[in-house]
Structure formats: C-alpha cells, structure tokens
C-alpha cells in the first residue's frame, strides 16, 4: 500500500501558484519522496524529488519539511495543462525499487 | 529529449491468445520495468528487469506473464494466455540507475490491451 495521503481533488486558478501538499508520517531516513502525475489515461511522468533539501527544476519546486513527514509540490504557475492526477510516493530510490502509486490527487486548473 | 516508446498503442485480443507488448527504453537506461492500470484504478507494479534478468516482480506477475529483452533495444513483455480481466493499460518504465538519486523512472506513452 501506498505510504502517503493526498487530498483526492483541488482547483487551482490558471496563472496561480498550485500547492499540492502530501502527508508521508512514516518514511524512513533513505526514502526519498518522488512526485509523478498522469494526464488523462496517458503514462505517468515524473516531476521532481527529494530526499531532505528542498529541490527546484523546469516544471515544479518541492518543499520538504525539516521532521519529512510532509512535502508540498509547487507548480509556480499553473496552466490547463497542468490538470492531472499528481501522486506523491514514498521510495528507497533503488533500481530494483517498484513505485507504489496510490490515489494521487486530482488538480482541476480552471481558466 | 529522448523518451520511452511503446508498440502498439492499442491491442485487441481474443480470451486465451498469447500478446506480446513492445517497449523501446530509453537507450542509456538500465532498469526496465511493466506496470498496469484497470480502467479508473491505480497504477500497479508488475516487474522490473536489470542485467537481463528479473530483479523484483508483484503477486499479478505470476506464470502467464514473462519479460525479455530480445535485442539491446527492446523490452517485451508477453501474457500466455489472456484473459478478461487482463484488459488494462499497460506501461513500460525505464531508468537510468547510474548513481545515487538517478532512479526516477520514465514511462512509455502505454498500450491499451482489450481482451475479449
């Protein structure tokens, strides 16, 4: 099962910042925490993630808090095509580690 | 930027007939994996692959489904003998495994499988 909890659904105003938050109470210190999402049926993508630092790259920023059992994804300035299902996952980063998708939250951009 | 490509984007068979998936990784990749996704459920894990043999695989992955790596591009993975409810979206990953923290992984665009 999945180790995190997400909202199921939000809005968020196009050209406002989406902040997506994950609740992650039980990672352990090597668990990194990854951001995917999925738009409509097509294969998830990856975003970004982290281990403890707080991380920024083209599409998004991630935001860990210092005890990490929490995180926020923030997409800066969202458009309708950031509306998707985003699943934050708990993960020893290994090669041979499988990522357990959970429910994921849905964001719903709205012009 | 190179991406994961997946043959065909749609499959449909009848119950009891062997399908083979097709997956092009991306090309300095070397962890390989499937996942599936039923109509409106989660994303699921079925098996990844490294140094040409089976490294992790789910309870679904059972003996109907194998993996291969035919050539040193492709990845296959083939369902024996399909049933009804192997219709599902199935999704081919790669990543690049190189160092620590390069293990996101990369998916394919996914093939529809309709079993009939």
């Known amino acids: 099962d999945a180790k995190t909890t997400q909202p199921p659904s939000m809005d968020c105003a196009e050209g406002r910042a989406a902040n997506l938050p994950c609740n992650h109470s039980?990672?352990?210190?090597?668990?990194?925490v990854y951001w995917y999402r999925q738009i409509h049926s097509q294969g998830p993508q990856y975003i970004i993630h982290?281990?403890?630092n707080n991380e920024t790259n083209e599409m998004a920023s991630l935001i860990i808090t210092e005890d990490r059992k929490s995180s926020t994804l923030i997409l800066p300035h969202a458009t309708l095509r950031d509306t998707a299902v985003y699943y934050c996952?708990?993960?020893?980063?290994?090669?041979?580690?499988?990522?357990?998708f959970g429910k994921g939250t849905r964001l719903s951009v709205i012009a | 930027e190179p991406e994961v490509t997946q043959t065909p984007s749609h499959q449909v068979t009848q119950m009891g007939q062997e399908v083979i998936l097709r997956c092009v990784p991306i090309?300095?990749?070397?962890?390989f994996y499937w996942y599936r996704q039923i109509l409106g459920q989660k994303v699921e894990f079925l098996v990844s692959?490294?140094?040409?043999?089976?490294?992790?695989k789910s309870e679904i992955f059972d003996d109907q489904f194998s993996v291969e790596r035919p050539d040193g591009s492709n990845f296959t993975l083939k369902i024996r003998s399909t049933k009804l409810e192997d219709s599902a979206m199935y999704f081919c990953?790669?990543?690049?495994?190189?160092?620590?923290?390069?293990?996101?992984?990369?998916f394919g665009p996914g093939t529809r499988l309709t079993v009939t």
């Open positions: 996952i708990v993960s020893l980063g290994g090669g041979n580690t499988p990522l357990v």
């Open positions: 692959f490294y140094n040409n043999e089976i490294s992790e």
């Open positions: 039980t990672i352990s210190g090597n668990e990194y």
């Open positions: 990953a790669s990543s690049e495994g190189l160092a620590a923290g390069s293990y996101e992984q990369y």
């Open positions: 090309s300095n990749h070397l962890y």
């Open positions: 982290g281990l403890k």
